[in-house]
């Protein structure tokens, strides 16, 4: 269904390279060769109930956490709001 095309895309979104490359810095079930320089991607859903949180710590996560090696993923346009709510989809299974 249109549920899982958008899931879809948010798992090749966040486990690309090229776009959010989730995986370079988070563990996620399902990924390989994953880095652990930020938290576990996990319980994401009830972590983050709160859908808003979530997208602005992805777009600008340097807003919460001045010292934050995460890039500013919508701020500086790697990412789109579109791409970042894929993620977020995507997240929200993990």
């Excluded at 390989?32 to 930020?38: A, E, F, P, R």
């Excluded at 602005?56 to 789109?80: C, K, Q, V």
Aim: glycine letters at 12%; proline letters at 5%; hydrophobic letters at 40%.
């Amino acid at each position: 269904g249109l549920a899982d095309e958008g899931t879809k895309a948010g798992r090749e979104l966040a486990f690309s390279s090229a776009k959010g490359n989730c995986i370079g810095c988070h563990v996620i079930a399902g990924g390989t060769q994953m880095g652990d320089i930020g938290p576990a991607l996990a319980d994401i859903a009830r972590r983050f109930p709160a859908r808003d949180e979530l997208f602005r710590r992805i777009w600008d996560e340097s807003a919460y956490n001045p010292a934050t090696l995460m890039p500013p993923f919508g701020r500086h346009g790697i990412l789109s709001a579109a791409e970042i709510d894929l993620i977020i989809d995507f997240l929200y299974t993990r």
